[in-house]
């Protein structure tokens, strides 16, 4: 098994996109395909988690809206925003799903660090943050992750330079007294091939496979019941 990159040309839809995170899955749980780090961007979209309230959604009508699988709540992705869908066997790097989002989360700082931002982790609210100097604090990168029989789907999306105004439709993660921000917000000219050539450098020391025990087969986790989510 190895590891294939892949970058979608244009806009991917979300329906279409989850359909191919799912039959990936399936074949390299099933064939032993190869694992895929698949970088998308999406049109204007709005996608619920397990845990999306109603009312958070605050403009129905503005962009179309999915439920998804994954744990958490009301999330926004569109153009100028990078997805990268993150599909491994955790057989091969500890069956630990902590473990996992925390790769994800160390992944996203690190790709950061390279165009000189600070992404920070913040104990309670999911995502990467930046602090500002008058002590405001904005999302720069969301984290979701759902598990199928110990194959990862979702990943991770970094603010690169979308629209910061399409987040108003909802309240994101339902953290309403904290703002988005982005590369271009924080005054950083990086395009998307500058943006994929930092997420595949800074992927294999992190995510390189180790030795791990078998996992209970037939086993369907999704990131929910561990509090983290795609917001």
């Not at 998308?40 to 709005?46: C, S």
């Not at 943050?129 to 979701?144: L, Q």
């Not at 194959?151 to 690169?160: E, Q």
């Amino acid at each position: 098994m190895t590891l294939e990159w892949r970058v979608a040309p244009g806009l991917v839809s979300y329906p279409d996109a989850v359909a191919t995170m799912e039959e990936r899955v399936r074949a390299i749980r099933e064939q032993g395909a190869d694992e895929l780090v698949w970088l998308v961007e999406h049109p204007p979209l709005y996608t619920a988690g397990t845990s999306a309230a109603p009312d958070e959604l605050l403009d129905p009508e503005r962009f179309p809206t999915y439920q998804t699988g994954r744990g958490g709540r009301w999330t926004y992705h569109g153009p100028g925003q990078r997805v990268a869908y993150v599909m491994l066997d955790l057989q091969r790097r500890g069956v630990d799903l902590r473990a996992h989002v925390a790769r994800l989360e160390e992944w996203a700082i690190t790709t950061l660090a390279r165009f000189g931002v600070r992404g920070e982790r913040r104990e309670g609210r999911v995502g990467i943050w930046v602090a500002h100097p008058d002590g405001r604090e904005d999302k720069i990168g969301a984290i979701g992750v759902r598990v199928r029989r110990w194959v990862t789907y979702h990943g991770i999306a970094l603010n690169v330079s979308p629209d910061l105004s399409h987040f108003g439709g909802i309240v994101p993660c339902g953290i309403a007294e904290h703002g988005v921000t982005s590369l271009a917000a924080l005054g950083i000219k990086a395009d998307f091939a500058a943006v994929d050539r930092a997420l595949r450098d800074s992927f294999g020391p992190i995510f390189e496979p180790v030795t791990a025990k078998a996992a209970p087969a037939e086993r369907l986790i999704d990131v929910q019941t561990v509090t983290m989510s795609m917001t």
